[in-house]
């Protein structure tokens, strides 16, 4: 009897640490290769994980419609799609700040939502957002990317340099800048 305590004791220690090993590789298994990653793509990716637990918690309790679980579960892997394609090209950790929206949803970044099958990648549109692509993920998300300050602040500089230039051209994205043509008179 007096061993008693001692084998509750180790009993405890070991099931602690079997608890802690299999959470642990299970982290590791559910990071899915992101050791590839620096740490604010890891970041990135992690919070994208959080979304998906939540929305999964959400979906687990019926607090949310089928179609919404759907939606979102689709949004987030399109997400992190185009997150693992910025992050593999460039070989740099930096991603922007990703919005996915479905052709629907277009009206929650723009006034006056452009129409899907006009994109161009590389296209700034509003001053504010530059596309990055489609991603079909189920649905079709089309995905942007916000410009950073430094960068809005460079695009309105090139509209005061250079009044002439027209807006259209600005927003083209990676193509030249054309000038608009001048009138002259007889």
């Known amino acids: 009897m007096r061993h008693a305590p001692l084998h509750y004791l180790l009993m405890s220690l070991i099931v602690f640490f079997f608890c802690v090993s299999s959470s642990s590789l299970a982290d590791q298994g559910r990071e899915g290769g992101d050791e ?3 740490p604010v793509v890891r970041a990135y990716l992690g919070y994208l994980r959080n979304e998906q637990d939540v929305v999964d918690d959400r ?6 419609s ?12 399109a997400l992190r799609q185009m997150a693992l394609r910025i992050a593999r090209e ?22 006056r939502p452009p129409r899907p099958e006009m994109l161009r990648i590389g296209e700034v549109l509003g001053g504010t957002f530059r596309f990055l692509g489609p991603i079909r993920s189920q649905e079709m998300f089309y995905v942007f990317a916000r410009l950073d300050p430094y960068e809005q602040a460079e695009l309105m500089e090139k509209r005061t340099q250079d009044p002439v230039i027209s807006e259209s051209s ?4 990676p193509k030249a800048l054309t000038r608009a043509r001048r009138a002259t008179s007889p």
């Open 66 to 77: 089928p179609a919404y679980y759907r939606r979102n579960s689709n949004r987030i892997r």
């Open 59 to 64: 979906a687990s309790r019926h607090e949310v």
């Open 90 to 111: 460039s070989h740099n950790d930096y991603l922007p700040e990703l919005e996915a929206v479905s052709r629907d949803e277009l009206g929650h970044l723009f006034e």
């Open 36 to 38: 590839e990653f620096g």
């Open 170 to 173: 600005v927003d083209s994205g």
